[in-house]
């Protein structure tokens, strides 16, 4: 059998069962995933607004705003005015987060050796450069092929019972 032909579903499921490791350790320090997420991507980011740090930690807003809100009231961010626009806020990382980030990458490291136990340096070499080939590939993609696998919209039929029903008003 090609063993090329499973390759989809071997990456799927060791990113999955990654995480789910780095989770298991980030518990232990009562932190999540999305927190280890938004304080990595704000230490390489800081003064961005909430929205921008929710699309480069891969979080919904509206449960980023829930993460920043906690994170905020436990002090390890602050949230500053944003001098070009009055409406919006930038965030930054308090002293109180430092500790924490150098926690969150001794446990991404911890997870890593792990995830690379009985795998070798020159294999572990090997195994990165076609891995980052892979993403440059990957991320060569034009924005409309990524467009194409989403979900289709609602078969019209469905939309057009849909506007029929009436509508409660909140």
Same mark, same amino acid.
């Given at each position: 059998?090609?063993?090329?032909?499973?390759?989809?579903?071997?990456?799927?499921?060791?990113?999955?069962?990654?995480?789910?490791?780095?989770?298991?350790?980030?518990?232990?320090?009562?932190?999540?995933?999305?927190?280890? @997420?938004?304080?990595?991507?704000?230490? @390489?980011?800081?003064?961005?607004?909430?929205?921008?740090?929710?699309?480069?930690?891969?979080?919904?807003?509206?449960?980023?705003?829930?993460?920043?809100?906690?994170?905020?009231?436990?002090?390890?961010?602050?949230?500053?005015?944003?001098?070009?626009?009055?409406? =919006?806020?930038?965030?930054?990382?308090?002293?109180?987060?430092?500790?924490?980030?150098?926690?969150?990458?001794?446990?991404?490291?911890?997870?890593?050796?792990?995830?690379?136990?009985?795998?070798?340096?020159?294999?572990?070499?090997?195994?990165?450069?076609?891995?980052?080939?892979?993403?440059?590939?990957?991320?060569?993609?034009?924005?409309?092929?990524?467009?194409?696998?989403?979900?289709?919209?609602?078969?019209?039929?469905?939309?057009?019972?849909? =506007?029929?029903?009436?509508?409660?008003?909140?």
């Amino acid at each position: 059998m090609d063993r090329l032909r499973n390759f989809g579903f071997v990456l799927k499921d060791l990113s999955r069962r990654y995480v789910s490791r780095f989770e298991e350790h980030a518990r232990e320090m009562s932190l999540t995933l999305a927190q280890c @997420k938004a304080l990595v991507r704000l230490e @390489k980011n800081e003064g961005v607004s909430q929205a921008r740090l929710a699309e480069l930690a891969d979080v919904e807003p509206m449960t980023m705003v829930r993460i920043l809100d906690r994170m905020e009231a436990d002090g390890w961010l602050e949230r500053r005015p944003d001098p070009a626009d009055r409406r =919006a806020r930038c965030l930054y990382l308090t002293r109180k987060a430092r500790p924490l980030l150098k926690e969150i990458w001794r446990l991404s490291e911890l997870t890593r050796d792990e995830i690379f136990a009985g795998v070798g340096r020159s294999d572990r070499d090997a195994f990165m450069n076609v891995l980052d080939r892979l993403h440059e590939n990957a991320c060569a993609f034009p924005d409309n092929v990524q467009r194409a696998v989403q979900p289709p919209a609602a078969p019209a039929r469905k939309r057009a019972i849909a =506007a029929d029903k009436p509508r409660s008003r909140i």
